[in-house]
C-alpha cells in the first residue's frame, strides 16, 4: 500500500481513499499491550491506519504490514521547551534522529505518513516567536520531504495555535476534541480554508468515559467519523485505542479514551464503529449535471480537459462544448468526438458562450469549467452531496495549481492575481470563479445569465453578484476541486492581468457601490490558497493573557497568493517572482484606469513594530507550578489582562509575557519577559513560591 496526496484527497494505491484511524500508545511499561495480539484487533475493527506517538521500529511496522494496517508515525521530541532559543540542540537532534530514521524505514510498505511534532504548546510558541516556531516547522517538513520523496509530511495542529501551519506540509493535520456534532462540524469547515489547497486529516478526536458515559462515546465516535467523511476531510483519527495510557512520565488513570478498557474488554464504541457505514458519494436521487466548457483556440487544452471529464465518477451528466470562433484546429478536433454537444459561434465572447452551453443543457445543474481544467474524478459527486444538504442556488471549490515543470509556470502559479472564490464565512460564498462554478439551471434562468458584455473576464464576478442580489446563496464545497493550469509564460500571465484590469472597469460601470478607490470592495475574504499559517508581521489575537482556546490570525496584506514550488525556490526566482507581482499590480491598475474604473492605488499600512523587551528571567517552582499559576496569583493581587498582543498581564506601565516549558517531567523552566522592572513582579513571584533558576541552561 502507498498513500499519496491528490489535491484535497489522499490516494491509496491510486484511489481516493478516507483514512479510518485509530491512536496506539504510548502505553505503560509491561501493560501487556503487543501489535501481535492488537493489530488484528485494530483491523477487524475496521480502520486500515493507526497512528502512534513515536517513531517506530521495524517490528512494529512490520507487523502492520502483516495486518494491512498504515502507520502514521509522529516523531517526539522536545517541542515543548525552547528549542529555538534556551535549548537550540533539542531542534538539531529532532532533524539528525528525523532523517536518520527515515533514511532506514523510509521504504517500508506500512508506513504510510509522517508528522514531525505534535502540539506545540501555544505560550511556549509565543515565547519563541510564533512565525519563527512556523519556520522551523517548515524546515523540518522540507527535510523530511527531502530525505523520503513521496512520503506525505505535516504537522500535527491543534485550535490553540492554528495559525501554525507551516507551508510545505503536504496535508493539514487537526487534533480536535468538540464535543458537540454542531461546534465539531462547524470546524471542520473552517480547517479546509485554513488548509488551502491541500487534504485535511483528524489526527486526533475521542471522548474521555471517566468523565462522560460510554454510550455517550459509543453515539459521538462515528458520528465524527461520518462528519468528517462528509465534510470533505481526508481520514479521521480516533483516540484511542486503549484506555492504558503513558503521559509526561507517568501512567495516567484519570483519563479514558480508548475503545477498550484496561482489561482489554471492549467498550460499546468499539462495536458502534465497527458497524458504522461511512457515507457514499452521493445523495439518494443524484442530479442530473450538464458539464459545460467554454473554449476559443484551445485545441492543444481541451483533450486532456475532456479526458478527465470523461472520467468523472458520476451517473448522469452530459458534456457540452461551445466553440467560441477557433481559429486554430478545435472544430476539427470536435467533430472528431462522438460524446459530445457542441455547438460553433463566431467570436462572441465567454458569456455568450456559457449562455449558449446553457440553453443546450438538459440536466438541472450546470456545471461549468475552463478548457485549461482538469476536474477531478469526485468533482460532481462532491458538489451533489452540497447540493443535498443546502439550498445554495450556485456551489464552486477550490482550483488548484498542478505541480509546474518549468521556472516560468513556477512563477505564474505562485505569483498574485490567479482566480479564486470569495468567502463571507466558512460555507458561505461571494464570489466563484468561473473555473469552477456550478448553478441551478433555475436561478441561471432567472437573472437572465450571464451578461454578454463580458468577453474575457468579469462574467463570473457579476454573475454571482447578481445571483446574490437576487436573494440566492453562494455554497462552497471544499473537496469538490479542479486542476487548473496556470499562463505557461509571463507574458500570457501579464497579458491576463490586463485583461482582468479591463474587466475590473466594466464591472464598475455596473456595480459601482462595490468598489473603492483601491478597486472591488469585497465583503468577504479572498482565498489565498497557501496554508494559513503566521508569516513575519502577522498578529495574533491570543485572547486575555494569552489563553484563548481558538486563537485568531490577523494576516499581512499583500502577499502572494501561493508559495513557489520547492523545486524552482531559490534567491533569483523569488527576486523575479516580487518582480513579477509588482509588475501585476501595475499593469492591472492601469489597464483598470485606462478603461474608466477607479485610478487610486492605495497603500498597507505597516504592521505595529513589537515592543521592546527590557528584561528577562527564568523562573522555577518545587511543585513544577508554571505560567498558569503565577498569572492567578498575579491577578489576585492588582495586575490585570494586556491589551497589546504582545504581552498577557500589565501593572501601571509594566508588561509581562511568560511561557513554562514541557518537558515530560516535574522540572518545568517558566521563562519571563518584563518590559521593564518592577520590584512588585519579583515580590509577588517569591510569594507564590517561585524563585530564579540559579543556571538557566
Known sequence: MRLTVHGKHFHLDGRPHFLRTVTYGPFPP??????????????????????????????????????????????????????????????????????????????????GAILVANEIPADMAR????????????????????????LPVAYANFPTTEYLEPPSADFTAFNIYLEDPETLAAYLSRLHHLAGDRPVFLTEFGLDTGRNSEKAQAELLPAALQLACTHGLA??????????????????????????????????????????????PLPPDPP???????TRNGADRLPGCLKACRALDYPDFEIIVVNDGSTDGTAALLEQQSDLRIR???????????????????????AFTDDDCRPD?????????????????????????????????????????????????????????????????????KIGGFDPIFKTAGDDVDFCWRLRDAGFTLGFSPASF?????????????????????????????????????????????????ALGIERGDLIYAGPTGEEAYQSLSKSPGAPVRRLHPEYDGPLARVLLALLGWLQSHLRHLARRQHGGPSSRGRWPSPPRPPEIRHRLTLIHPAGHGRHELYRHLLAHGWEPCPDPHF???????????ATEQTGTMVKRTFVALSETVDDFFSLAEKAGFRQASDPS
Open 344 to 366: 460553433h459561434l463566431p467570436p462572441s465572447g465567454l458569456s455568450a458562450a456559457r449562455n449558449h452551453g446553457a440553453q443546450l443543457a438538459t440536466g438541472s445543474l450546470l
Open 30 to 111: 509491561n501493560c501487556g499491550h503487543h501489535p501481535a495480539d492488537d493489530f488484528p484487533r485494530i483491523r477487524a475493527a475496521g480502520f486500515d491506519s493507526i497512528r502512534v506517538y513515536a517513531l517506530p521500529d521495524r517490528a512494529l511496522l512490520d507487523h502492520a504490514a502483516a495486518n494491512d494496517l498504515l502507520v502514521i508515525a509522529t516523531h517526539a521530541w522536545g517541542h515543548g521547551c525552547d528549542f529555538l532559543g534556551e535549548n537550540p540542540h533539542l531542534y538539531q537532534k529532532a532533524k539528525n534522529d528525523l532523517i536518520d530514521w527515515l533514511t532506514r524505514h523510509r521504504d517500508h510498505p506500512a508506513l
Open 377 to 445: 474524478s469526485q468533482w460532481l459527486s462532491s458538489l451533489a452531496r452540497t447540493y443535498a444538504e443546502t439550498s445554495h442556488a450556485a456551489i464552486g471549490g477550490p482550483n488548484l495549481p498542478p505541480a509546474p515543470d518549468t521556472l516560468s509556470l513556477a512563477l505564474t502559479t505562485a505569483a498574485p492575481g490567479a482566480p479564486t472564490h470569495v468567502m463571507l464565512d466558512d460555507t458561505t460564498a461571494e464570489h466563484l470563479p468561473g473555473c469552477h462554478l456550478s448553478v441551478k439551471q433555475s436561478a441561471w434562468a
Open 648 to 658: 498577557d498581564l500589565q501593572r501601571g506601565s509594566c508588561q509581562i509575557l511568560a
Open 235 to 280: 481520514g479521521a483519527t480516533l483516540y484511542a485505542w486503549s484506555d492504558h495510557w503513558f503521559n509526561n512520565g507517568r501512567t495516567m488513570e484519570d483519563w479514558s479514551f480508548g475503545l477498550v478498557r484496561r482489561d482489554e474488554s471492549e467498550k460499546p464504541a468499539l462495536r458502534t464503529v465497527r458497524e458504522t457505514p461511512l457515507p457514499g
Open 288 to 294: 442530473r449535471f450538464s458539464v459545460i466548457i467554454c
Open 127 to 150: 515565547w519563541m516567536t510564533p512565525w519563527k516556531v512556523n519556520e522551523a516547522l517548515d524546515e523540518l517538513i522540507r527535510s523530511a520531504q527531502a530525505c523520503a520523496p513521496g
Open 482 to 530: 479542479v486542476w487548473h493550469h496556470r499562463r505557461a509564460t509571463l507574458w500570457k500571465y501579464l497579458k491576463q492581468q490586463i485583461g482582468y484590469g479591463r474587466a475590473e472597469a466594466l464591472l464598475y460601470q455596473k456595480h459601482r457601490h462595490r468598489f473603492s478607490d483601491n478597486g472591488i470592495r469585497w465583503e468577504g475574504c479572498v482565498y489565498r490558497g497557501t
